[in-house]
């Protein structure tokens, strides 16, 4: 396997990576005068570690590097993230995050395959990405090429039945090469998981499809990768990590509450003061 | 009288059989190609494939939008999927998966959506496929496909495999008799000019080349020449053929084995209506669904025979001449 050398990053650099991440959702959603600002924050860990704290495989000037490691952002609302995340990792400029939202620019509000380079899959219509994984990591078995497979999927997403055809499947094949990341930040867009379409027992219904499951503070970078890491050696089966979230994280008057599920923050005063915020984090 | 019979057409195997073996050759010759199915491979005929590539044979059981999705996914890593099953059950239960999946995404996938038409006959019509085409018609850059005999089922799964990006290909249950030589020449957006006349054009695609044959041989014994266009590809649609059609024989009747609402008659009504008006007559299935039955008894109850053309034809015929 090839070795990717990639820079590491200590504590400290990879909460301004965080920071950055988030200054960049804000500023991207605010100048679209929408987007999913909420759902982006609550991920931005999990992808910070997942891209810059040595999980993902990946060569930001070769996108199409048939070895590398794949994300698919199943939770194809959380865009501004995955754009901003793409742009730190090399994959275009961060001038693109600009033209979030805009006719004629490729960087849609929700990801198309082939629009911009590093984005593996058209998400938006929720379900879809665990199937999308299990048929990567089976091509990878026909083409022999050794590659992971990374999902990040939400909580209100897991209410699709396709999620659970997916589990089966995944479990079938034993797809040990596939690890879901489901960031459960336990609120949707009418309002909180547990009174709209309650998902619990969560943990034991992975378990019983056959999962290997770990759960994790998903905004602690060191620990995401230090479990991530740990779910690499699982064999036979696939893994999901349930990472426990604030939708919203990182601006006080945004955290918890769902009204913000796909709104930008346009109020010149609250924009300063998600600004001030997120800097002094 | 069977189809084909009047045109003197010599009968076949079931067009399901002539697709899993096309697809047996298809995967014989390239390594990329892997097959999807939806635990439908005796009747989608898959299963010649999976018998002798089970390595690159998958059954993803009853869940069609995981069964879309996986394959999407096999797509980007290079290979090419056949993912199959009945056009019903993909069409009904992942239509979201393959707007998404295989059509935004603009992947190199191929689809086999099997018991299109209501000739599956005895099963009824939750299984039949008469809304198909109209909605893989919702999928701008999907190229659409409905094989006519043999061997252009053949040479079909071969040009859709050759073919890079999204196509849908219609099967069926039931036998289409051999219009072309096994040699015949099939080009994606290519209609073929199956006989020639002048007085009307009949366009038909799939079984309904066929009755078109028939029909014409019926009307010759009138000394009306009608021109038989198969319309084998609805998307990207011939429309040099079609309106070159209407320009040389001044009448058009469609026939096709599909609603009317949404199907290839609809789509050909367009080009005509836009580049060359002339008097047009529609075979086709009504606003309804088509009930358990012997398939020539359903042909005949819901009027997709070569009579129905053919009385069509004559209605159209006279509409011409009274324009003049």
């Known amino acids: ?281 | 009288m069977q189809l084909g019979e009047r045109a003197g057409l010599k009968q076949s195997i079931p067009m399901r059989d002539i697709f899993g073996e096309s697809l047996l050759e298809v995967v014989r010759e390239n390594p990329d190609v892997v097959v999807l199915d939806g635990d439908l491979g005796n009747s989608t005929k898959t299963e010649l494939v999976r018998n002798e590539f089970p390595e690159r044979s998958f059954n993803i059981g009853i869940a069609e939008s995981n069964l879309v999705c996986i394959g999407a996914g096999m797509a980007g890593t290079g290979l090419i999927p056949w993912i199959t099953s009945f056009s019903s059950f993909l069409l009904c239960n992942a239509y979201d998966q393959l707007r998404l999946a295989i059509s935004i995404s603009n992947l190199n996938a191929k689809i086999l959506g099997s018991h299109g038409g209501i000739t599956l006959g005895k099963d009824g019509p939750t299984q039949m496929g008469i809304e198909d085409l109209a909605l893989v018609g919702g999928f701008p850059n999907v190229v659409i496909l409905v094989p006519s005999d043999p061997a252009s089922m053949r040479a079909a799964v071969k040009a859709a495999t050759d073919y890079v990006g999204p196509v849908w290909l219609r099967s069926s249950r039931i036998a289409m008799p051999e219009i072309y030589p096994k040699d015949m020449e099939f080009t994606i957006g290519k209609a073929i000019t199956t006989r020639d006349g002048d007085d009307l054009t009949i366009i038909g695609n799939g079984m309904m080349v066929t009755a078109g044959l028939d029909a014409a041989a019926a009307l010759e014994e009138d000394g009306i020449n009608a021109r038989v266009i198969d319309l084998h590809t609805l998307r990207p649609m011939d429309i040099d053929t079609i309106v070159k059609a209407a320009q040389e024989t001044g009448a058009i009747v469609t026939a096709e084995e599909h609603l009317l609402h949404g199907g290839m008659g609809s789509n050909v009504a367009r080009v005509i209506a836009e580049y060359e008006p002339v008097p047009m007559r529609f075979v086709g299935l009504a606003d309804t669904y088509v009930e358990s039955g012997d398939p020539e008894e359903l042909l005949e109850k819901y009027h997709l025979t070569a009579k129905d053309i053919e009385s069509k034809a004559r209605e159209v015929f006279a509409a011409k001449r009274n324009q003049k």
Request: with cysteine; charged share 25%.
């Open chain 1, 1 to 281: 396997m090839e070795n990717i050398k990639k820079p590491t990053y200590s504590e400290k650099e990879l909460k301004t990576i965080a920071r950055d991440l988030r200054m960049d959702i804000l500023k991207a959603t605010t100048k679209a005068g929408s987007g999913h600002l909420s759902s982006s924050f609550s991920s931005v860990e999990i992808l910070t570690s997942l891209f810059f704290d040595g999980i993902l495989r990946y060569k930001g000037d070769e996108p199409e590097w048939s070895d590398r490691d794949r994300f698919i952002m199943s939770k194809g609302h959380a865009a501004p993230l995955l754009y901003a995340v793409l742009a730190k990792a090399g994959y275009f400029s961060r001038d693109e995050l600009w033209r979030l939202r805009e006719a004629g620019s490729p960087v849609q509000g929700h990801p198309v395959l082939g629009n911009m380079p590093g984005v593996e899959a058209t998400t938006g219509s929720l379900g879809q990405g665990i199937s999308l994984g299990i048929g990567h990591v089976l091509g990878g078995r026909i083409t022999k090429r050794k590659f992971s497979v990374y999902v990040l999927i939400g909580d209100g997403e897991c209410q699709a039945g396709q999620i659970w055809e997916s589990a089966m499947a995944a479990a079938h094949y034993k797809t040990d090469n596939l690890i879901a990341i489901l960031d459960y930040n336990k609120f949707q867009e009418m309002g909180p998981v547990s009174r709209e379409m309650a998902l619990e027992p969560l943990v034991e219904k992975w378990k019983s499809f056959g999962w290997h499951t770990a759960e994790v503070d998903g905004h602690n970078i060191l620990e995401i990768t230090k479990t991530l890491k740990s779910l690499q050696t699982i064999k036979e089966k696939p893994s999901i990590l349930i990472a426990h979230t604030i939708k919203g994280k990182g601006v006080s008057f945004v955290e918890k509450d769902y009204t913000w599920h796909g709104r930008a923050i346009k109020d010149p005063e609250q924009y300063k003061q998600a600004e001030k915020e997120i800097l002094c984090s």
